[in-house]
C-alpha cells in the first residue's frame, strides 16, 4: 500500500492570509452552535397537565392555604410556570461575515503551520488502520480536522472509526470545525477544489 505523502502547496493570500478578527468568528461560530439546536423542548403548564379542575378543598374553615386547582405548580404533578416552549435558535447571519470567519481562523492555522495537504489518505480498499499511521505519523493533536473530496469515498470510510479525526467535505467547511480542530488536513483534490470554489466566489462578490 502506497504511503501517504505531504504535497507543497502555495497558500493563497486572500483566503490563507486574512485578518483574524476573533469577535467576529465568536459571533459566526455561535450562530453556529445555536442553528443545531432543535430547540424542542417543552414543558406543560397548568392548562395542560391532567388532573381535576375542581376546587381540591372549601375556600374557608381548614386552616390551609386557599387551592383552586390541583393542577397549579405548586402541586406535585402540577403545570410548569415559565417553562421552555419550542422556539428557532437560529441567528441570521450574513454569508459574507461567514466567509470572513472562515478565512480568519484559516489563516490563523496557516501562520501557525497547521494546515497540511497530503497526495491521499489511503490508496486502494479502505483502511482504518493504514489511516491512523498517516494521520498520527504527521500531526499530534486530539482533534484532527480532514478535509476531503466528494469523491474519496476510501478516504472517508477509512477515517470514520477514528475517534480523534472529524472528516468533512471541502464544501461543507465552516469556522467551528477549524477553531475546534489542533490541525486541518487537506487531500490534495479537496486542498485545489476548495481554493478554486472560494477564488471564484471572491471574484463574484467583488
Given at each position: 500500500?502506497?504511503?501517504?505523502?505531504?504535497?507543497?502547496?502555495?497558500?493563497?493570500?486572500?483566503?490563507?492570509?486574512?485578518?483574524?478578527?476573533?469577535?467576529?468568528?465568536?459571533?459566526?461560530?455561535?450562530?453556529?452552535?445555536?442553528?443545531?439546536?432543535?430547540?424542542?423542548?417543552?414543558?406543560?403548564?397548568?392548562?395542560?397537565?391532567?388532573?381535576?379542575?375542581?376546587?381540591?378543598?372549601?375556600?374557608?374553615?381548614?386552616?390551609?392555604?386557599?387551592?383552586?386547582?390541583?393542577?397549579?405548580?405548586?402541586?406535585?404533578?402540577?403545570?410548569?410556570?415559565?417553562?421552555p416552549n419550542p422556539r428557532d435558535y437560529s441567528q441570521r447571519t450574513p454569508k459574507k461575515m461567514i466567509a470572513q470567519a472562515l478565512r480568519?481562523?484559516?489563516?490563523?492555522?496557516?501562520?501557525?503551520?497547521?494546515?497540511?495537504?497530503?497526495?491521499?489518505?489511503?490508496?486502494?480498499?479502505?483502511?482504518?488502520?493504514?489511516?491512523?499511521?498517516?494521520?498520527?505519523?504527521?500531526?499530534?493533536?486530539?482533534?484532527?480536522?480532514?478535509?476531503?473530496?466528494?469523491?474519496?469515498?476510501?478516504?472517508?470510510?477509512?477515517?470514520?472509526?477514528?475517534?480523534?479525526?472529524?472528516?468533512?467535505?471541502?464544501?461543507q467547511l465552516n469556522a467551528y470545525d477549524v477553531v475546534v480542530s489542533d490541525y486541518v488536513i487537506?487531500?490534495?483534490?479537496?486542498?485545489?477544489?476548495?481554493?478554486?470554489?472560494?477564488?471564484?466566489?471572491?471574484?463574484?462578490?467583488?
Amino acid at each position: 500500500m502506497a504511503t501517504a505523502k505531504q504535497v507543497k502547496v502555495t497558500f493563497p493570500a486572500e483566503i490563507f492570509d486574512a485578518q483574524t478578527n476573533i469577535p467576529l468568528i465568536h459571533q459566526v461560530v455561535v450562530a453556529q452552535l445555536a442553528a443545531a439546536r432543535q430547540g424542542t423542548h417543552k414543558t406543560k403548564n397548568r392548562g395542560e397537565v391532567s388532573g381535576s379542575g375542581a376546587k381540591p378543598f372549601k375556600q374557608k374553615g381548614t386552616g390551609r392555604a386557599r387551592q383552586g386547582s390541583i393542577r397549579m405548580p405548586q402541586h406535585r404533578g402540577g403545570g410548569v410556570v415559565h417553562g421552555p416552549n419550542p422556539r428557532d435558535y437560529s441567528q441570521r447571519t450574513p454569508k459574507k461575515m461567514i466567509a470572513q470567519a472562515l478565512r480568519g481562523v484559516l489563516s490563523d492555522r496557516a501562520r501557525a503551520d497547521r494546515i497540511i495537504v497530503l497526495d491521499q489518505i489511503v490508496a486502494g480498499d479502505p483502511s482504518t488502520k493504514a489511516a491512523r499511521q498517516v494521520i498520527e505519523g504527521i500531526a499530534k493533536g486530539k482533534r484532527m480536522l480532514v478535509v476531503v473530496d466528494g469523491s474519496e469515498t476510501n478516504s472517508v470510510l477509512s477515517l470514520r472509526n477514528l475517534g480523534f479525526v472529524h472528516t468533512i467535505e471541502h464544501t461543507q467547511l465552516n469556522a467551528y470545525d477549524v477553531v475546534v480542530s489542533d490541525y486541518v488536513i487537506f487531500t490534495k483534490t479537496a486542498f485545489d477544489a476548495f481554493v478554486e470554489s472560494r477564488s471564484a466566489k471572491e471574484v463574484a462578490s467583488a
